[in-house]
């Protein structure tokens, strides 16, 4: 099985500042004939199910803020929030789905300072 | 709108057997693949089965091979999960997902809010 890595555990970050999550997989989930990073990260928060934010690393979904990003290469992945808001306050979690089983990360917690 | 409502969960002896329903609306069911994915209280994210868009292909994951089976009703845009032999460990919220797109390697973009399948005697 692939193992998803996250980093930090959790953070605390001021409102307006810069978040950033790192996630890094056990081995490539790059398909070289697409070319595509078969790596998703979502958000959840309490009591929600979770929510898509990108998909092949970098693809944004649809009504995702431009303050998220994502991006990487190789094994090593990272979601960025650009300027902190009150309503990021959430578990984000990476999934592969490039091989079976598709298995997430173990999640990392941002909340506000 | 995309509309999942997952059903059938409840309180269950250890060794028991029950079957997870996902009621589809808002998209066409039968063209995307369907995932299961469970969340025991407190825990993360924890990756069940997926189904393709015909249902031709299944996976699971090793914790549940063998006592789970997924399945889909394209004719009823509704999504199953068989479960047998139950065990405390399987205790969790079950969320169904759709996916991206109609294969099984594909994200999920919209979810369900959930049951809960408690297993306890």
């Known amino acids: 099985d692939i193992v998803m890595t996250q980093s930090p555990d959790s953070l605390a970050v001021s409102l307006g500042e810069r978040a950033t999550i790192n996630c890094k997989s056990s081995q490539s989930v790059l398909y070289s004939s697409n070319n595509n990073f078969y790596l998703a990260w979502y958000q959840q928060k309490p009591g929600q199910p979770p929510k898509l934010l990108f998909y092949?690393?970098?693809t944004r979904e649809s009504g995702v803020p431009d303050r998220f990003s994502g991006s990487g290469s190789g094994t090593d992945f990272t979601l960025t929030i650009s300027s902190l808001q009150a309503e990021d306050v959430a578990v984000y979690y990476c999934q592969q789905y490039y091989t079976i089983p598709f298995t997430f990360g173990p999640g990392t917690k941002v909340d506000i300072k | 709108e995309v509309h999942l409502l997952e059903s059938g969960g409840g309180l269950i002896q250890p060794g028991g057997s029950l079957r997870l329903s996902c009621a589809a609306s808002?998209?066409?069911?039968?063209?995307?693949?369907m995932t299961w994915v469970r969340q025991a209280p407190g825990k993360g994210l924890d990756w069940v089965s997926v189904i393709s868009d015909s249902g031709e292909r299944k996976y699971y994951a090793d914790s549940v091979k063998g006592r789970f089976t997924i399945s889909r009703d394209n004719s009823r845009n509704t999504l199953y999960l068989q479960m047998n032999s139950l065990r405390a460990e399987d205790t969790a919220i079950y969320y169904c997902?759709?996916?991206?797109?109609?294969?099984?390697?594909?994200?999920?973009?919209?979810w369900g809010q959930g049951t809960l399948l408690t297993v306890s005697s």
């Open positions: 092949w690393a970098s």
């Open positions: 997902g759709k996916g991206v797109g109609g294969t099984y390697d594909s994200p999920n973009d919209y």
């Open positions: 808002g998209f066409s069911f039968r063209t995307f693949a």
